[in-house]
């Protein structure tokens, strides 16, 4: 535990990147009385964790991805009174529709799989109770695969929640601080160059996005990351129709009626990355396939129009599954990056996890399957 005198620029931790998963396990280490540096090389929430569609998703998880989800989906039902703020947060169905009874056949034994091991959450509904949450549907729909209750939250708002709450617990945020490289130090500890001097700590933890992979394997532990800018559009207002979030098998869709009317369609579309510029452009032939892809699903869609639309970077890995927990090459050494798309539900359960893991040195949740060894080869080599 680092004592009141501990330099300015020395902690018990430096997390890399201020998005939802660094702040989020600033945050909890904060909590556990661990001094913690930020170093964000833009502001919070610039990129992917203040840009997405705010799913707040358990609903078709990758089978490893599912104790965290639920574990963040507990800590979701508490996060007014934990961060002092509500952060958009609503309960509401995230559900997954079919079209076809090879889709449904495909649902079923999904759900099947998840109550063997043990999780009821996921649930078969018909056309009836789909219409119940959404009152403008195409007879194409034949039922759907639903977790009643999921939902949706303010991306921005909650990693600012975050962010503050990490800040009041003492944490330490660098904005417009770029981690240039990581060297350890005779003593043991890291030491974090940037152009605004060094900061040094025994452990780091690496959750910089879709950048983490060019700090990863300047330590010899190059990552296959592959840039990717899914899309956004928002349209006009609309009377209420729909009150869940709605996804569709064999077809990219995230899409929500907000409480002031307006529709927020993703899904995943990609636009253009450019992480070297910060930039993600949007394309407007994916835009429109979603535009078509929501009409023939929802025929009032067909009165809407597109305001606005927008793309984030985000870090996708080739299995669709992050890395995260320990480098296998360098003691004190963490990752959590490369959320491919669905990271946002996790933040909060994944920030208490590393800090357990970076705190303890365990945690009770399974990481092996988003080892960063499954890309690197080999076991702990210390
Ligand atoms: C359009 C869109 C829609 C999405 N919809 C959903 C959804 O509905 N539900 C869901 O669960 N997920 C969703 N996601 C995914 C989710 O937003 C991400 O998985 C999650 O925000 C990733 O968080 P992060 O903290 O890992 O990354 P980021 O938010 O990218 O944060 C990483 C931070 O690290 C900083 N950084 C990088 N390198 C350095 C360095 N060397 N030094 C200092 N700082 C550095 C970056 O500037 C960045 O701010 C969506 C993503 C997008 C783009």
New binding site residues.
Partial sequence: MTQPSQPARSADVVV????????SAALYLAQRGLSVIV???????????????????RLGRHLAEVPIAVRSRRIWATVADFLGDDCGFEVAPQMRLARSEEHLVAMRARVAEMQALGYHHEVMIGTNQIREYIHSLSDEVVGAVACLDDG?AQ?YQT?FAIHRKARALGARFHEG????GLTREAGGDWRVA?AEGDFTAPRVLL??????G??SATLGEPVPIIP?????LVTTRLPPFCNA?VGAAGVPL?FKQMPNGTVVI?G?RPGRPDAAT?R?ETTFHPLRLSAQTCISLFPIMAEASVVRT??????EMPDQI?VVGPSLRHEGLYY????????????LGMGEIMAELIATGATDVDLAPFSIGRFTGGAPAY
Avoid: Y
């Fill in positions: 890399i990147g201020g998005g939802i998963h660094g702040s170093l964000e090389k833009d502001s919070v929430g610039r990129h992917a964790s203040g840009v997405n569609a705010g799913g707040v998703r949706f991306p990693t601080v770029r981690a240039l940037t959750a910089g996005g879709l950048w983490s060019e700090i990717f800018a899914p899309m956004m979030v995230s993703g995943g910060n993600a927008w793309a984030g970077l985000e870090a992050p959590a990056f490369g959320f491919s798309g669905h990271g946002f539900q996790l933040g």
